[in-house]
């Protein structure tokens, strides 16, 4: 019957004191077990979280930049390559603003007047993907003349 008239927090400092007094037999029973960690488990601990970590996308985005750029006159299938991770990557809304902020709008001109029937269709998809949903890169699309060359290449 007591059960039933306890009085329930009405305010932050109530709530930590019911929180605190219906938690106390979760506590633990004995002395802390704590000790400080060996440095071969130190190790292994920081190679499995910067395992976990991975690469920066930003900076594969930039490697994947160069190849589209450098290699212009060789090594065609490594520049669909990297064509198509810059489209993985820019799936991520935030991925493709920032692919814009690192400058890679400027080699989609190029790629949608290339020779190459795959690059020309990799751009455009990568500009589809890049637009999708995204104002910000739809006004930069807009901004630096990609409708007219997509509308020409549609025609063509």
């Not at 932050?12 to 979760?26: A, S």
């Not at 002395?31 to 400080?36: H, K, L, Q, R």
């Not at 020309?120 to 901004?143: F, H, M, W």
């Amino acid at each position: 019957m007591a059960e039933n008239n306890r009085r329930f927090p009405r305010n932050l400092q109530g709530l930590l004191n019911f929180c605190t007094e219906n938690t106390q037999l979760e506590d633990a029973k004995g002395p802390s077990a704590f000790e400080p960690m060996s440095s071969e488990n130190r190790k292994w601990l920081e190679e499995a979280l910067a395992g976990m970590q991975g690469t920066d996308p930003v900076k594969l985005m930039l490697e994947d930049i160069k190849i589209i750029i450098n290699d212009a006159d060789n090594a065609l299938e490594r520049r669909r390559s990297a064509l198509e991770d810059l489209q993985m990557h820019c799936e991520d809304i935030d991925i493709a603003n920032d692919f814009h902020k690192i400058g890679g709008f400027h080699l989609l001109p190029t790629l949608l007047r290339s020779e190459d029937v795959e690059l020309r269709s990799g751009a455009a998809e990568l500009i589809g993907t890049l637009t999708q949903n995204n104002p910000y890169c739809q006004k930069e699309v807009l901004d630096i003349g990609l409708l007219p060359i997509l509308v020409f290449r549609f025609v063509q």
